[in-house]
């Protein structure tokens, strides 16, 4: 996925597929992408996380999209307004690499979480990783500031990957993570397929 946006199409497809509210909000989003492509990495950060955080209310795969496990595009996440975990972390992703931050800095990571004393439960985070092998940033729906991963006692990781490579145990993988998750690979045909690519 590379920072080409097709910011036509996104916005028939947002008129077309979620009416008039759906339009203004992923306007709003092509909008900060526009305007952040200058702004210092943390103030990228910020603006993004803030912003999916803020458009976007928690509910369930199966509240949205009548599915047991759905990875939506951000156009379907602004569009509808509601997601799960996956759904915060695949759009600031995607916001992030728009925004001219380099894939290889970026990576969804599967956590177990500890919210509230209930006991661990699976989710999605995006770390930020400044240095490839350092300790990543993790922006995070459950908790609006960003914040280094060693405070964030509550989140264990389990595995993280992105379009280059996968991680556990703090190593990468030598295989193609596209070919373990299907889901990430259907996510990128349809972000082609709106116009982000």
């Known amino acids: 996925m590379g920072q080409v946006m097709d910011r036509d199409r996104l916005r028939i497809e947002a ?3 979620y009416g ?10 092509l909008k900060l992408i526009e305007l952040g492509r200058d702004q210092p990495v943390d103030e990228r950060l910020e603006r993004a996380n803030q ?15 009548q599915a047991q496990d759905y990875w939506a595009t951000p156009l379907e996440t602004l569009g509808v307004g509601r997601g ?20 290889d800095q970026l990576r969804l990571i599967y956590v177990k979480a500890t919210v509230a004393g209930t006991p661990p439960q699976a989710h999605m985070v995006l770390g930020y990783y ?19 991963a060693s405070a964030r006692t509550d989140l264990v990781p389990v595995f993280s990957f992105n379009a280059e490579g996968l991680w556990a145990g703090g190593m990468k ?5 596209t070919a373990k998750l299907s889901r990430w690979r259907d996510l990128m045909t349809r972000l082609r397929a709106e116009g982000i690519g």
């Open 15 to 17: 008129q077309h597929r």
């Open 20 to 29: 008039s509210a759906g339009l203004e909000s992923v306007t709003d989003w």
């Open 51 to 65: 912003f999916v955080n803020s458009r976007t209310m928690f509910e369930s795969d199966f509240q949205v999209w």
């Open 84 to 103: 799960d975990c996956e759904d915060f972390a695949i759009a600031k992703f995607v916001s992030l690499v728009a925004l001219g931050v380099p894939q």
């Open 130 to 148: 400044p240095d490839p092998n350092g300790e990543p940033r993790i922006l995070d729906n459950l908790v609006g500031t960003i914040e280094r």
């Open 173 to 177: 993988a030598a295989n193609d993570p």
